[in-house]
């Protein structure tokens, strides 16, 4: 059983950078994948970024193209977190964004995934 805990999330202008933390307890198994989504109002939840780790390393999947020459993934396993770091925000950035952890390879489906967190706010705006 895993609990994930976003933190991070808040007001940013335009242009601006912001990063995210998921944090994660409980066991993981062995491969298995943290991916952050993101939802605006209105809109469906869409996958950004996804890291998968096994006991011999770990990769990186980028699902959105409008995203991945700004955002990046990364871990941090001595503190069990996964951060998006998040640079050039745009209005269209404005969502909540969700991390979810998978006790198996990335995916793009948040369906496929077993453990989600409770969402954290991000919002771009002058």
């Known amino acids: 059983q895993l609990q994930l805990v976003e933190s991070g999330g808040g007001l940013v202008q335009p242009g601006g950078s912001l990063r995210l933390s998921c944090t994660v307890s409980?066991?993981?198994?062995?491969?298995?994948?943290i991916g952050w989504f993101r939802q605006a109002p209105g809109k469906a939840r869409v996958p950004l970024l996804c890291?998968?780790?096994?006991?011999?390393?770990?990769?990186?999947?980028i699902y959105s193209g409008a995203v991945k020459d700004r955002f990046t993934i990364s871990r941090d396993s001595a503190k069990n977190t996964v951060y998006l770091q998040m640079s050039s925000l745009e209005s269209d950035d404005t969502a909540v964004y969700y991390c979810?952890?998978?006790?198996?390879?990335?995916?793009?489906?948040?369906?496929?995934?077993?453990?989600g967190g409770q969402g954290t706010q991000v919002t771009v705006s002058s």
């Open positions: 979810a952890a998978r006790n198996n390879y990335c995916s793009n489906y948040w369906s496929r995934y077993d453990y």
């Open positions: 409980g066991v993981a198994s062995d491969p298995y994948g």
């Open positions: 890291i998968s780790s096994v006991s011999s390393g770990e990769g990186v999947s």
